[in-house]
C-alpha cells in the first residue's frame, strides 16, 4: 500500500474519534494530518507545548510566518481568539488536565498500553519532548501509527525501548486496524478490509482479541 495512503487511512479514521469542542493536542508528524479528515460539524480547539491554544490549519506555500510555529517547528496558522504563552503556562494546561484527547504516533506500545516514543539522542528520535506530560495528563490517549516499521513489530507484548509511560493508551490506530486497550489485552474492533484477520495478526507481535462484532474501519 502507498505511504501516503496509508498515512492518509490512520488520520482520517483518527479525526473520527475527536469531538466537537474538544481540546486536542496533536504530536509531530502524522497526527498533524488529522484536521484536515475532521467532519464538518466538529470543532476541536488545538493545543500545542510550545504556549499556542487556536491552532489553524498549515499555511499555503509562499504565506508562511516565521513567527508561527508548533512545537515540531512546522508552519501554522491562528484561529480568531487564538492565544499564545510561555511553555510554563502550557504546560500547566496539559498537567492540570485541561487536554481532552492526546494523538501521538510511537516506536512501539505494547498490550498493557505502555508507550515507547523515543530512545536515545542521535538515535530515532532525540529525546521524549512533552509527550511524558500529555500522556499522563490527557483525558484520552490515542496512538495514530503505522503497524509496522520496515516489518517489525511496534505492537509488542512487552516494550522493548525506553518507556515514555506506562498504562497510558487508550487506542491505537493503524493502517490494518483499530486496537483498543483493554484490562484483558488489545482487542481489535475493527479491521481495514484491504488486509485479512491473518496478516493483521501477523503484523502484531501482542495476541489480539477479536471482537465478535469485528467492523470494517472504512466506513
Not at 487556536?54 to 501554522?76: K, N
Request: charged share 20%.
Amino acid at each position: 500500500m502507498d505511504k501516503n495512503r496509508v498515512r492518509e487511512i490512520i488520520a482520517r479514521r483518527a479525526a473520527m474519534e475527536l469531538r466537537d469542542g474538544d481540546v486536542v493536542n496533536l504530536g509531530i508528524g502524522l497526527p498533524t494530518m488529522i484536521p484536515n479528515y475532521l467532519p464538518e460539524h466538529v470543532r476541536v480547539t488545538l493545543q500545542s507545548e510550545n504556549g499556542l491554544l487556536g491552532i489553524g490549519a498549515r499555511p499555503a506555500a509562499g504565506e508562511e510566518d516565521p513567527e508561527l510555529t508548533d512545537a515540531g517547528g512546522g508552519y501554522i496558522t491562528i484561529q480568531p481568539g487564538a492565544s499564545s504563552f510561555d511553555s510554563a503556562t502550557s504546560f500547566g494546561i496539559i498537567r492540570g488536565g485541561h487536554v481532552d484527547v492526546t494523538v501521538l504516533g510511537a516506536l512501539q506500545v505494547d498490550e498493557k498500553g505502555n508507550l515507547a516514543n523515543w530512545i536515545i539522542p542521535g538515535k530515532k528520535t532525540p529525546g521524549m519532548g512533552g509527550a511524558m506530560d500529555l500522556i499522563v495528563g490527557a483525558k484520552r490517549v490515542i496512538l495514530a501509527m503505522e503497524h509496522t516499521a520496515k516489518g517489525s513489530h511496534k505492537i509488542m507484548k512487552e516494550c522493548t525501548l525506553p518507556l515514555t509511560a506506562a498504562g497510558q493508551v487508550d487506542l491505537i490506530i493503524t493502517e490494518m486496524g483499530v486496537i483498543e486497550v483493554t484490562p484483558d489485552g488489545l482487542l481489535l474492533k475493527e479491521i481495514n478490509p484491504a488486509f485479512t484477520l491473518e496478516q493483521v495478526r501477523e503484523a502484531t507481535e501482542a495476541q489480539l482479541i477479536v471482537a465478535a462484532d469485528l467492523q470494517s474501519m472504512l466506513g
